[in-house]
């Protein structure tokens, strides 16, 4: 699994499907994919609303690479309040401990996305971030000088989770970048 191999599919699907042009919306690690679709696919992607998106794993606060260093399945059980009993109950034909080794390898990687890749992003891009998001101001404010014609949105009171937390002003948010 790799943030590469993640916009590949999306990109063999809007493909398959026959897609021409997109927008794309994307929470968290579909925010990075979302990114990294947008450089991959220019022809297709023409609005990007990145919500928690990252390019590499010094984006992180050190407390989320702390955690993602050590993350294990073993952890997941006492920690995550039975997200594996959720996880086999919807999809028991999977092994949940494979996901959560193929994220802890593939979040551990350096870099996602290289900073030509952003660079060459042509897709207009909104970045949307909570005030207490996981990742550091610098890696934000990284991403919202590197990536051309990108806007730069922070949710007031709110973490990585802004979808959760605000949803009346993220679906407020989306609504008026993609119409505009």
Sequence with gaps: ??????????SGFLDKMGIKKCHVIGWSDG???????????????SKVFASGGFANIDGFTDEMKNFWSTITPE????TWDGWHLEYERLYPEND??????????????????TEEKLEDIDSKVLLAYGDNDLFTWEHI???YK?????ELMIFPGTSHHTFD???????LAVQIFFEK
């Design 1 to 10: 699994m790799s943030y590469q191999f993640l916009a590949e599919n999306a």
């Design 31 to 45: 925010a990075t994919t979302g990114l990294l679709l947008a450089a991959n696919r220019p022809d297709v992607i």
């Design 75 to 78: 952890i997941v059980e006492q």
């Design 96 to 113: 949940w401990k494979t996901l959560i080794h193929d994220l802890h390898r593939m979040i551990n990687d350096e870099i996602y996305i």
């Design 141 to 143: 404010t990284y991403l």
């Design 146 to 150: 590197t990536i051309p014609d990108s």
């Design 165 to 171: 937390e605000q949803p009346e002003m993220m679906s």
